[in-house]
């Protein structure tokens, strides 16, 4: 069972990006997925989630406003929209999944994919 990330990339302050996580050896339409993040000298924290039908969505509040996620069930993925990206925003971003939605501890993490915002 496996979730793979991509997308990640260096981009200017302002710009955009997509990351994208498929998941493989395992359905995951019935699992709550999401997104993590850690910058270097930083904590692991929370980015954003969509529920297993795509109709509801938790965003940290650093995310609001400008990160979109979204899934597509057919194709066992899920994905994150960036926009207006910040220096801060820099991190290495992890995909998350789990049966239920916001546990405490997420039952399956993907390697990460590098985040770089240039100031």
């Known amino acids: 069972v496996q979730l793979q990330a991509s997308g990640g990339g260096l981009v200017q302050a302002g710009g955009s990006l997509r990351l994208s996580c498929l998941g493989s050896?395992?359905?995951?339409?019935?699992?709550?997925m999401g997104w993590f993040r850690q910058a270097p000298g930083k904590e692991r924290e929370f980015v954003a989630l969509?529920?297993?039908?795509?109709?509801?969505?938790y965003y940290a509040d650093s995310a609001k406003g400008r990160f979109t996620i979204s899934r597509d069930n057919a194709e066992n993925a899920v994905y994150l929209h960036m926009n207006s990206l910040k220096p801060e925003d820099t991190a290495v971003y992890y995909c998350?999944?789990?049966?239920?939605?916001?546990?405490?501890?997420?039952?399956?993490w993907g390697r990460g994919t590098q985040v770089t915002v240039s100031s």
């Open positions: 998350v999944a789990d049966r239920n939605t916001l546990p405490s501890q997420y039952e399956f």
């Open positions: 050896g395992r359905n995951f339409n019935n699992y709550a």
């Open positions: 969509i529920g297993w039908s795509g109709r509801t969505t």
